[in-house]
């Protein structure tokens, strides 16, 4: 049985750090792993991604030298560090499993989602 589990949101002011930890157990597979995250009244939309061995990250531009993706294997754990937040980074953040090698910026290419934990940044 998969899980995937976020933790680590909360409420923040701008200029501030979060960082957000994932766990999925139940895995067989090698596997890439995603951030998303969704607004009110907006589409789910790819943050980052690495690849099975962390070699290999992507970023959407917005995020891109203020947010880092890593991963711990041995413990089955994927981080996203948020540096220097904004109130538009405010969202439902959600982590994800796909069973390619690499990152995927597409949501379709992941099979297993976690609940989400909630970011809120104020102004």
């Known amino acids: 049985q998969v899980e995937v589990v976020e933790s680590g949101g909360g409420l923040v002011q701008g200029g501030e750090s979060l960082r957000l930890s994932c766990t999925a157990s139940?895995?067989?597979?090698?596997?890439?792993m995603g951030w998303f995250r969704q607004a009110p009244g907006k589409e789910r939309e790819f943050v980052a991604g690495?690849?099975?061995?962390?070699?290999?990250?992507d970023y959407t531009d917005s995020v891109k030298g203020r947010f880092t993706i890593s991963r711990d294997n041995a413990e089955k754990m994927v981080y996203l560090q948020m540096n220097s937040l904004k109130p538009e980074d405010t969202a439902v953040y959600y982590c994800?499993?796909?069973?390619?090698?690499?990152?995927?910026?597409?949501?379709?290419?992941?099979?297993?989602w976690g609940q989400g934990t909630q970011v809120t940044v104020s102004s």
């Open positions: 690495i690849s099975w061995t962390g070699s290999s990250t």
């Open positions: 994800a499993a796909t069973p390619k090698y690499s990152a995927s910026p597409r949501l379709t290419d992941y099979v297993y």
């Open positions: 139940g895995l067989t597979f090698s596997y890439a």
